[in-house]
């Protein structure tokens, strides 16, 4: 296994990206788009062109171009880390699974060990950073100043996380388990990145998964390789990546990751009032309803009285998509858009709808989503302290002549 240090960052992970000494090569991010504006566009080993947010530790968003359609490609899937140095090989001849903790029998197992003896299952499902769309908060928060580009949706292959606990042998009392990855901080005083999910949620939920395959091909080293946890419906905060460790512990987890960071307002909608503080949090875990017209791209010339096909994709926490809905005239009235092949309810579901500008000058199209539960989007956005949950109506203008 090998290192990025700080030394070498631009040059074993970005030998073959386009930051060199600080300089851009490869353009710049939608200029449409004053969030992601003037941020150079970089490409890593086994990515193309994306958004860079920062490289040490690298955070990547992946251009909204990349979203008009169900599967995100791996070369464009977004990339969040929280520490540094991370990983940036990894034998496999060498590297080991470890299942301990709270267990009566202890596991190891190397990646053709967790191949052989569990099954293998496969989940469509969407990951979501915590802070996607971070960058809109207003009052402005602190933390990674996103887009809307910090998801993805791949099918997901690999071995159900509560086979490998059964393996193990859970012990009475045992109350959660933690996951820890490969990357670890340069400094003591740095907390490692480690996080954990009640016991119930995993032996409860055949979705939760230890992936070793993404879209059909061993994952991609910024985005887990080997092995990452996948938890379907919840922010991406969960799903830990290049996973080593699991740990089965007999009381709650409150490491830094867990408390006081990824945590929420303890209200109904999870907000406070924009500018104040919230009196209790909550950690986050299933992700809010969200739709986005992807296509025609924003600022777009359309003819005036001819007709356009808009396409766009919805997602929600896993109940899966009921409805999608568009507007032309500032929400006043709404029409139902014509919705794609069901992937799955953890999964992005694509919808497109017709459309004819009705005038000359600027137009604007608003999208909403509705789940099987009935949840859906505000026409005000909501706001906390972390830049978290966010969920409102979207809207995109085209100039129309």
Not at 96 to 103: A, I, Q, S
Not at 118 to 143: D, H, I
Not at 225 to 230: D, E, G, Q, T, Y
Request: proline share 8%; aromatic share 10%; net charge positive.
């Amino acid at each position: 296994m090998g290192f990025l240090s700080r030394r070498q960052a631009l040059g074993a992970l970005g030998g073959a990206a386009a930051v060199v000494a600080g300089r851009t090569l490869t353009g710049w991010a939608q200029a449409s788009d004053p969030i992601v504006a003037g941020r150079p566009l970089v490409r890593y080993p086994q990515k193309t062109d994306l958004i860079l947010l920062t490289s040490r530790p690298p955070q990547l968003e992946t251009p909204m171009k990349w979203f008009d359609r169900a599967i995100t490609p791996n070369e464009a899937f977004f990339v969040r880390y929280h520490v540094f140095p991370i990983p940036t090989r990894v034998d496999l001849t060498t590297w080991r699974l470890r299942v301990g903790g709270h267990v009566d029998r202890p596991l190891e197992l190397s990646m053709d060990e967790l191949k052989a003896k569990f099954a293998a299952v496969s989940v469509t499902a969407v990951n979501q950073c915590s802070g996607n769309s971070r960058g809109r908060f207003a009052p402005r928060v602190l933390g990674g100043q996103w887009g809307d580009g910090a998801m993805g949706n791949a099918e997901w292959v690999g071995c159900r996380l509560r086979d490998l606990l059964t393996a193990a042998g859970v012990r009475q009392g045992a109350v959660e388990v933690t996951f820890d990855g490969l990357d670890k901080p340069a400094f003591p005083s740095v907390p490692d990145f480690v996080k954990s999910l009640s016991l119930g949620r995993v032996l409860d939920d055949g979705n939760v998964i230890v992936a070793y395959q993404m879209n059909g091909a061993p994952l991609p080293m910024l985005n887990g390789f080997p092995a990452r946890l996948i938890v379907p419906g919840w922010y991406a905060t969960y799903w830990v990546k290049n996973l080593s460790d699991i740990t089965v512990v007999d009381r709650p987890f409150e490491q830094f990751w867990m408390k006081p960071a990824y945590r929420i307002p303890d209200t109904p909608c999870g907000c406070v009032e924009p500018g104040t503080a919230p009196k209790a949090t909550v950690p986050i875990n299933r992700m809010t309803v969200r739709s986005f017209l992807t296509s025609p791209e924003p600022g777009t010339r359309l003819a005036g009285g001819r007709q356009a096909m808009l396409k766009g994709i919805a997602f929600d926490g896993g109940y899966g998509i009921r409805e999608v809905e568009i507007s032309d005239d500032g929400g006043t009235t709404w029409r139902r858009a014509a919705l794609g092949r069901d992937l799955g309810p953890y999964s992005f579901r694509e919808w497109s709808a017709a459309w004819t500008p009705p005038r000359s000058g600027a137009a604007k199209v608003m999208v909403r989503a509705f789940n099987r539960i009935g949840e859906s989007q505000g026409t005000e956005p909501l706001w906390n302290p972390a830049g978290y949950l966010r969920n409102v109506i979207e809207s995109v203008e085209y100039q129309v002549s």
